[in-house]
């Protein structure tokens, strides 16, 4: 359920629970959108599948992994690692990582044939300064990496190294 739903210039914004995430969110409903199908989103944000789990999972432990290491070059690895909730390591239960994001804004845009599809804003500790983005398509991980603003209507080529989705 959204509350505080507002008119903007270019979107509604509003507030709901993430019962994933167990903390408020923002929504953005842009232009084009209706709140019936940013609920679908919503529902859609909150209880995803095990597939969908699993591949966000994934590709945050590689996105975490590339993070460090670009620390590493600046010398504040061992920073950010101690900020963080977990430790990374080969072997851990990756799904460990999403108590290291907290969520910021989901974000609905003006649906295209008929699917569900949602772009989630995240605060991240190992990434800091740029933060996390999600972005899914008809139940698929098809986006994530550092925050891009990116649709769920984009394109997405499969070469591109800063999408981790497209890496697992």
Same mark, same amino acid.
């Given at each position: 359920? &959204?509350?505080?739903?507002?008119?903007?210039?270019? /979107?509604?914004?509003?507030?709901?629970? +993430?019962?994933?995430?167990?903390? #408020?969110?923002?929504?953005?409903?842009?232009?084009?959108?209706?709140?019936?199908?940013?609920?679908?989103? &919503?529902?859609?944000?909150?209880?995803?599948?095990?597939?969908?789990? +699993?591949? &966000?999972?994934?590709?945050?432990?590689?996105?975490?992994?590339? +993070?460090?290491?670009? /620390?590493?070059?600046? #010398?504040?690895?061992?920073? &950010?690692?101690?900020?963080?909730?977990? %430790?990374?390591?080969?072997?851990?239960?990756? +799904?460990?990582?999403?108590?290291?994001?907290?969520?910021?804004?989901?974000?609905?845009?003006?649906?295209?044939?008929?699917?569900? !599809? /949602?772009?989630?804003?995240?605060?991240?500790?190992? %990434?800091?300064?740029?933060?996390?983005?999600?972005?899914?398509?008809? !139940?698929?991980?098809?986006?994530? !990496?550092?925050?891009?603003?990116?649709?769920?209507?984009?394109?997405?080529?499969?070469?591109?190294?800063?999408?981790?989705?497209?890496?697992?």
């Amino acid at each position: 359920m &959204i509350i505080g739903l507002h008119e903007e210039r270019f /979107w509604q914004e509003g507030k709901f629970m +993430s019962s994933f995430f167990r903390k #408020d969110m923002n929504i953005y409903i842009y232009s084009g959108a209706d709140v019936p199908y940013a609920e679908a989103c &919503i529902k859609d944000f909150n209880s995803p599948s095990q597939e969908l789990l +699993s591949s &966000i999972c994934d590709a945050l432990y590689l996105h975490c992994n590339d +993070s460090l290491n670009l /620390w590493a070059e600046i #010398d504040k690895r061992e920073d &950010i690692e101690k900020a963080m909730c977990t %430790e990374l390591s080969p072997d851990m239960d990756r +799904s460990r990582l999403l108590k290291c994001l907290r969520p910021v804004t989901l974000s609905v845009r003006e649906p295209e044939d008929g699917q569900i !599809g /949602w772009q989630a804003e995240l605060d991240c500790q190992w %990434e800091p300064e740029k933060g996390l983005e999600i972005v899914v398509l008809g !139940g698929e991980l098809i986006y994530l !990496g550092t925050f891009a603003d990116h649709s769920p209507w984009d394109t997405f080529p499969q070469n591109d190294s800063s999408n981790y989705a497209v890496r697992i």
